[in-house]
Structures are given as C-alpha cells and as structure tokens.
C-alpha cells in the first residue's frame, strides 16, 4: 500500500493534480516526497509551482555559476514558502512545517543513481 501511495503522489505531483490536503499529510515516507518535489519543481510545503531552496547555504563569495552544490542539501518551495524559509531560519522552518532539505541525485530509470 505504501508503494501505490507514493505512485499516486508522483503522479499527482508530475501532473499538477490538486488535492483537498497537502501530500505531505498523505506520505508516511517524508524522503521520497521530498525528492518527487525536488523532482517536479513543486513545493514541499503546499504543492504549488516552486524553485529550490538551498538548505544549506552556498555562501557568500562563492561564484553560483561555477560551484558544485550537488552534494548540499536542497528543498523546493514555492515564492511564498521560500521567503518564509529564509525569514524563519532552517531550524524553525523545519519544526514548523515537518520539511527540511535532502541532497537530491537525479534517479536513473533502473532507480541506481
């Protein structure tokens, strides 16, 4: 039953597919909906088109274009829940909103990495 619901959440995520709750309250497998965001480019807080927060800093004097963040862990939020992340701080985002960033490694079709 597990398995069939996470199919469901990435199908639903993939496809735009609005829910009366957030998929969030849906999965027990907090980690997987956090990639399936990451995956989709949909927030993890409320399922709306999102960009990536990157949950541990990149740093100031690093140059963005050139720096390799694929081993920092990252989430996706939307613009609203984006700004709140950085206004809150990690830790209290994280407390009260029950996500926090994953390093995201793109799965191949077999799922190895």
Known sequence: AREFI?????FCLE?????????????????????????????AVCGKPAE????DAIGMGNDRRTYDDSQNRKIAL??????IAHQKGRESFRRDYHVYG????????????
Do not use: A, P
Not at 6 to 10: G, P
Not at 20 to 40: G, V
Not at 78 to 83: A, F, S, Y
């Open 52 to 55: 990536i927060h990157h949950w």
């Open 78 to 83: 939307c613009r609203l829940h984006h700004t």
């Open 102 to 113: 994953i390093v995201y490694v793109e799965k191949c079709v077999d799922g190895e990495e």
């Open 15 to 43: 496809n735009g597919i609005q829910t009366s709750d957030t998929l969030l309250e849906r999965t027990d497998d907090i980690d997987r909906y956090l990639w399936q965001c990451l995956k989709h480019k949909k927030c």
């Open 6 to 10: 996470n199919v469901l959440i990435d």
